[in-house]
């Protein structure tokens, strides 16, 4: 990709987090802010330096005074930080130094004993930020120092739902009484941001794996989250759904998932080309890779569901780039 590209990239990322909108959102998630703020104020001590790294509105930063912190350290690619410096003015909190950076600009002269950061995206990896995080963590924070979130994890469900069966194939039904079919597969290989309720999956769920965000190095990432499920019941399963868990701290946690609280996070549809028919006789494993690992950049997936017989593969990079063409001006 060329630089001109990658710049783009990167202004497509800063212009969005100026929409006082989006952290509206963010904000309004209580099931989100409340269980930071409880776990900011059990882990900071009086004498910790603490890091908020993505700091948005700078609400964790001001948790982190709050809560006692000697100095707060908040941090923010975006030009909204000046705005979140006025917000922290306006409340009193004058020992959080702000920073326009990011995980490769970003000079401290000494290291800090926890850093906080909200950087799950939607399905744990839609907005990029894991890696900066690390060498972020690996620069500056301290022997023994604190993460929060101390850890995530990964989980997928089985979709068994008329609704969202028939949604998908919507456009192969003919709508309007015209034949789409130049289109009508792609929803079937695509990723959508919907929200689920616990009746519309199976009851048994797989957990596809946890990042101790302590001890996880960027060589240890996982690029394919693996993990088993035996089906209660028989059914025709027609998309897999994708969320996260967290633990911020000892005891504070939370989950994203279609049994859970509702949160601004959601869940994501990984769709099924076909119907994929379960069974409790037949233990399943389920795969899903994140391919997308750009901030600014669209996150594409990879997600399998096999029972050892049947497979089914999806790689929804690879489809968006067989649809890509190159179409010139004028009439063609």
């Known amino acids: ?7 783009n990239n990167s202004a497509n990322y800063r212009m ?15 099931i989100r802010t409340d269980a930071y703020e409880k776990a900011i104020a059990e ?14 509105t700078g609400i ?27 917000i922290a003015t306006q409340n009193g909190f004058d020992n959080i130094d702000f920073y326009h950076d990011d995980h490769e600009t ?3 002269d000494k290291k800090v004993d926890v850093i906080v950061s909200e950087w799950m995206g939607h399905c744990l990896f839609y907005e990029a930020m894991l890696e900066p995080l690390l060498e972020l963590r690996d620069k500056y924070l301290a022997e023994g120092g604190i993460m929060i979130p101390a850890q995530v994890s990964l989980h997928m469900g089985l979709v068994c739902d008329e609704e969202i069966e028939e949604d998908i194939n919507f456009l192969k039904e003919r709508p309007y009484d015209i034949d789409f079919a130049p289109i009508a597969d792609a929803p079937l290989q695509q990723t959508d941001l919907l929200i689920l309720y616990p009746e519309q999956i199976l009851a048994n769920t797989a957990h ?3 990042l101790d965000m302590h001890t996880i190095t960027k060589a240890d990432s996982p690029r394919v989250f693996t993990g088993k499920v035996t089906p209660d019941t028989q059914a ?19 989950g994203t998932g279609p049994m859970d609280s509702p949160t601004h996070w959601d869940q994501i549809l990984f769709p099924l080309p076909e119907p994929f028919y379960v069974d409790p006789e037949r233990e399943l494993t389920i795969t899903l890779s994140p391919l997308t690992e750009q901030v600014g950049k669209e996150q594409c997936w990879a997600w399998s569901i096999s029972d050892g017989e049947t497979t089914i ?15 010139p001006q004028g009439k063609i």
């Open 1 to 7: 990709m060329s630089s001109n590209s990658n710049d």
């Open 16 to 30: 969005s987090y100026r929409d006082v909108a989006m952290h509206k959102v963010m904000l309004q998630d209580v």
């Open 43 to 56: 882990v900071v001590k009086p004498a910790h330096t603490v890091m908020d790294f993505g700091c948005g």
């Open 60 to 86: 964790l930063s001001m948790f982190a005074a709050r809560a006692g912190a000697k100095q707060v350290v908040a941090v923010d690619r975006s030009p909204f930080i000046q705005t979140a410096k006025k």
């Open 106 to 108: 970003l000079a401290l």
């Open 208 to 210: 596809l794996g946890s």
């Open 236 to 254: 025709k399963v027609t998309a897999l759904c994708g969320w996260f868990s967290t633990e911020l701290s000892d005891g504070v946690s939370f």
């Open 313 to 327: 593969r999806v790689n929804e990079q690879e489809q968006q780039q067989r649809a890509q063409i190159d179409v």
